[in-house]
């Protein structure tokens, strides 16, 4: 069994515990695991599955994770690289929010929220592809709804690794160009939910809408041509232009859960919708996603999911020795 560990060093102030539950959502979560201490996923990288295991050895201000891989190929540098990459997305590593905390400490609403969560860093999901199929399985049902069928789908289709064979990897479009709608009927998924998803399988496995062009976008274009595929409206091209492409400027209107935490932070009397939503989060520009999330870290921590203020303790150090990587240029040294 490979063992390969790696470290990473994020733009500080940097929280793992709260960047993995503003990834998570919800307890419930099957695909981004979280014990307290150490952040656990399967990735595809190439041929590869692997075991991803994070714990942070440093703190806020001066943050530094440590990283294990295990699985076949995790001995290879070009997988290595690319498995520090994916970190970098997920987590928003090198995500630079100094602008965003200077703005924030002016505004007398939200310095106090964004301090309460200060080291949240905006998550992102590994592909495009992950996040649109969390949009389409979250469409008016519950959170808990959605990320119960996500988790269904990686069970049943997900590559998994050897070492941990019940953590299976989100799956990727491949993997469900042949799928018969009937088997994800059978995991719960509608058949309108179904066929949304396997035709935007089908189109990005076929080269539709490539990451690398939509990068180039600017937001009302990326909306605009995420918005042709099956199934995706204005709440869902939002949704994943805000967490599968890290448009940070991308506040979801019509999301009725964002409705209640922003009414509710606010102490407002009658209950939004999305026109009153985006008049109100346009204050916030170019920073309205990033209130979006952390709105969510406020929802949680009335749950009791998760503890704001400051990490009295970081977890303990793997027992291997760890290679460098700056997060910033995530090459991992052989």
């Given amino acids: 069994m490979n063992d390969i560990p790696i470290r990473l060093d994020p733009r500080g102030p940097f929280r793992l515990d709260l960047t993995v539950w503003a990834l998570r959502r919800q307890s419930g979560n099957r695909i981004d695991l979280w014990d307290g201490q150490t952040y656990r996923r399967s990735l595809v990288i190439g041929d590869s599955v692997l075991l991803v295991e994070v714990r942070e050895e440093g703190k806020d201000d001066a943050p530094r994770l440590a990283v294990r891989l295990q699985g076949g190929g995790s001995d290879r540098p070009g997988v290595r690289a690319a498995a520090a990459a994916q970190l970098v997305r997920i987590l928003g590593l090198d995500v630079d929010l100094s602008g965003f905390y200077a703005r924030a400490a002016q505004d007398a609403l939200l310095a106090p929220l964004v301090q309460r969560y200060r080291g949240l860093k905006p998550p992102r999901f590994p ?186 303790s970081v977890a303990p150090p793997f027992e291997e020795p760890l290679v460098s990587s700056d997060s910033r240029n995530p090459e991992v040294m052989p």
């Fill in 127 to 312: 592909s495009l592809f992950e996040a649109l199929a969390t949009a389409i399985a979250c469409q008016q049902v519950s959170l808990a709804s959605g990320i119960a069928l996500l988790g269904r789908l990686a069970q049943a289709f997900g590559a998994a690794p050897a070492e941990v064979p019940t953590l299976h990897a989100f799956p990727q479009p491949a993997a469900l160009r042949a799928i018969d709608p009937a088997a994800l009927h059978a995991l719960g998924w509608s058949r309108q939910k179904a066929q949304y998803l396997l035709d935007v399988a089908a189109r990005l496995d076929a080269g539709a809408l490539p990451e690398a062009q939509l990068d180039q976008a600017d937001d009302g274009e990326l909306l605009r041509r995420l918005c042709t595929l099956r199934g995706i409206k204005r709440w869902s091209s939002q949704y994943v232009a805000l967490r599968g492409m890290g448009r940070l400027g991308v506040f979801p209107v019509d999301d009725v859960g964002a409705h209640k935490h922003l009414a509710a932070w606010l102490d407002l009397p009658a209950r939004l919708d999305a026109a009153s939503t985006e008049a109100l989060v346009s204050r916030w520009q170019p920073d309205a996603g990033l209130v979006y999330f952390h709105l969510l870290l406020r929802r949680l921590e009335a749950q009791g999911q998760i503890r704001a203020g400051d990490v009295t």
